[in-house]
């Protein structure tokens, strides 16, 4: 059993996965670098680049499912079926703008093409959602600047008031 009983669900947004054509490379790899950080993922699928089908997705994870973490990859760039961020900014009640900043200023280090991200990190009642690049590299950069965070972030959500001293995952 978990150390941390946090519910995270991962939502991969490709047309190709989504249909067989390709591998969801980028949910295992978020998978594996959660559970590497002692957080189990309880939920992952495929979808593809719909909003509407994210929309529905976000409120069911969150609203009923009751999931403290959505991570998607996929769909965040300029894009005509780039929709990740407009469904994400439908659903959340605030954005964690630190969070998108955090990923962009990482990125933007590695290449220059970071400046085109759209990603999105907001909060919908007591769930962190936080769009991540589609592919597999920009994924594990990008999950590598957030998983610090996360457990002072994803206690403050559950609990309200956080000590300093509490908010460590394995590490």
Known sequence: MSQNPYKVAVITLSDRAASGARADESGGIIRDMLAQAGLHVVEQAV??????????????????A????????????????????????????????????????????????????RAVAGVRGRTLIINLPGSPKSVRENLEVVLPVLPHALKLLREGQVHDDEHQFNH
């Not at 979808?47 to 009923?64: F, M, N, S, Y």
């Open 47 to 64: 979808l593809p680049d719909e909003a509407a089908q994210l929309v529905e997705k976000l409120i069911h994870l969150t609203d009923e």
């Open 66 to 117: 009751q999931a403290d973490l959505i991570l998607t990859t996929g769909g965040t760039g300029l894009g005509k079926r780039d929709v990740t961020p407009d469904a994400t900014l439908a659903v959340i009640d605030q954005r964690v703008p630190g969070i998108e900043e955090a990923m962009r200023m990482a990125s933007l280090a590695k290449t220059p093409y970071a400046m085109l991200s």
